[in-house]
């Protein structure tokens, strides 16, 4: 968190000179403080979440090529001529066990296309799903496996 103000100090300033930089260290010291005392900050729950922040990118790129591929397959559902959808709702209890890495999977399904998470209550996903199809593998796939390994980061 203190490197993260001091370079918002410093990009607010717009130039890099001492003095700036011992009144953006010392601020920035003085508000990291007072976050640690007074609003329940705690220094090791940021080493634990540089643990998995980093898997953040690669998370976002396997999202944006899922929600592609889910195009594709819902755009095959409309134009298929005299396919009708078959709409499904599927319950499934993923291992993950942290709050935010369910809503992290909960938001990601129902962010691709043909599916909607309805419901996430005591770790249990209820998922309407377009056709039978887009249903398969939601237990285990790949958000599931990306997530577990943060977890375990975390």
């Known amino acids: 968190m203190f490197f993260l103000l001091l370079a918002f100090?410093?990009?607010?300033?717009?130039?890099?000179?001492?003095?700036?930089?011992?009144?953006?260290?010392?601020?920035?010291?003085?508000?990291?403080?007072?976050?640690?005392?007074?609003l329940d900050y705690s220094p090791r729950a940021e080493l634990r979440a540089a643990g998995w922040v980093f898997f953040l990118p690669?998370?976002?790129?396997?999202?944006?090529?899922?929600?592609?591929?889910a195009n594709?397959?819902?755009?095959?559902?409309?134009?298929?001529p005299g396919r009708r959808p078959d709409p499904v709702v599927v319950t499934f209890r993923p291992p993950l066990k942290r709050r935010v890495f369910q809503v992290l999977l909960a938001n990601s399904i129902t962010l691709t296309p043909g599916t909607i998470t309805l419901t996430l209550e005591d770790g249990e996903f209820?998922?309407?799903?377009?056709?039978?199809?887009?249903?398969?593998?939601?237990?285990?796939?790949?958000?599931?496996?990306?997530l577990a390994r943060m977890e375990k980061r975390a």
Do not use: M, Q
């Open 9 to 38: 100090w410093l990009v607010l300033n717009a130039r890099v000179t001492p003095e700036t930089l011992i009144l953006g260290v010392v601020l920035c010291g003085a508000v990291w403080a007072f976050a640690v005392k007074y």
């Open 58 to 69: 690669v998370y976002g790129a396997v999202l944006i090529a899922e929600i592609v591929k």
């Open 72 to 80: 594709f397959a819902v755009l095959g559902l409309i134009l298929r």
């Open 126 to 146: 209820t998922v309407h799903c377009l056709d039978e199809s887009l249903s398969h593998g939601l237990g285990n796939s790949v958000f599931v496996r990306l």
